[in-house]
């Protein structure tokens, strides 16, 4: 006789199920005013994939900032007194500091570090990361600032429905971003948009095997996809998309402004 | 005509691999003085899977403890006055409390957010995270805590040459524990112990296909894949194995410590 918990149990171990993170690379450039799913499009047939309904596909910030042209010619930028100062005592480019200056909200934190100069900043969205996600990219043959889309969940829900049309599939979207983290070394992938998802699983209230009540306040799942995703979207090859198959995720409206704690439950500002 | 450069990345587009999160969940529960080796052994077999040389096994931290028998049972904890009096105006278990004052080398942040009691310590190992890592589980009929592994990196070491031995492979392991992050709302996996592989990938100096020089200090892989394993390793079910194959690690001697960053570069204590 097996009581009805053994018998849960041993069905759950039977479904016990990968998930695989399947990267996308492209061919070529990502170019102000191309069409995203049209350059996924190509790289999945070259790659002789397809996209299926529960997948999530995770795209790097880079490429959607690009195709929207959300991007600035360094050369174009004049960078204020405060700015060359500040980037001159640590060997930084005045303009990409000016530019984070721009998009942020606030400064957390603006110190030489280790001989390199760090900038933390709340940027317009609420995230807090260095420079205010910032980055250099080299785009038709000029030095261009790429910054954060303008609403990374709004860009998330368009290429979701993108993707509905062109594939005829429902797909969970996440774009992802490099953060560094206090306390600990190294950068890690973390969702800066979402569309078509829960971005948190909350435990309240459920018990574990024991019974007892989880205490956790929840899963940030789609930081962990977006992490997972940063395995395979390498930093020096051109793989801006990663397919995430299996995941149990909770599908429905979500946004990555939930993965931000409120200023006022935050102990670190 | 096809410039080398051209080769080289069709190359690297063919050789886009996949990675893959392989859950081992257990039909029973791990307790003290239990061979973690046999465990897996077992559950491996009835899961039809082999470990290969290459893969990562992450563990989490919760069965690591109770092998080595590093709980303490609840009845046994006599809190002190202040503990007693901090867990009594949050509703939280003195005893609980005590401990992770106890397991910890530093309080950071000691406050009452949200309705919740928050505890936030530096372990005696650096690391830092909620109540010093103290969790809470049954074991043998009586409520035990469960801390944090003693010295995870030398229990990753340990598990890791009695993977060797069991099974004739040689892979990476990491310990795994699901800690809270300043800034952004729910948990996720980070590596606690180490061994096998380079927690760190260093991309200063390297440059990215525009021949930018990548100035982001380093990807912490090790985070990245306990994080990635903690989409499969269940906080209801009993699953905490997870082998993650197919990445792209560096082999050789490395530790969770590497992860911990100083605190004299720690903008944030």
Redesign the interface.
Known sequence: MTSPKVRK??D??QQ????????????D?ILPGDSLSEKLATALR??KIRLRSGDVLVVKHKVVSKTEGHLVRLSDVKPSRDARVWAGKCGLDARIVQLALDESRSVL?K?V??GRG?L?TETRHG??CANSGVD???VDGGEHAVLLPKDPDRSAAKFRAALRKKFGVSVAVIISD?F???????????AIGVAGMK???D?RG???????E?H??????A???A??A???CG?????PFCIVR??SYQAGTGNAR????KRE?????
Do not use: M
């Not at 399947?22 to 061919?27: D, E, F, T, Y």
């Not at 560094?180 to 973390?190: I, K, M």
């Not at 930093?235 to 793989?239: D, I, M, Q, Y």
């Open positions: 149990l041993r759950s171990i016990a199920k990968s998930i695989s993170l399947i990267p996308v690379p492209l061919k450039e070259h790659q934190r110190k570090v280790a760090v933390i995230f807090i250099v990219s080299n490099s560094g983290r206090p306390w600990r070394e190294g950068l890690t992938d973390v971005p948190l699983i435990y459920k018990r574990d095997p024991h019974g007892y989880l956790a306040t929840a899963e940030a799942i930081d962990e996809v992490c997972a940063g395995l395979v930093k020096l090859e051109r793989t299996g995941v939930e993965l931000i704690r439950n935050d102990l670190f500002r």
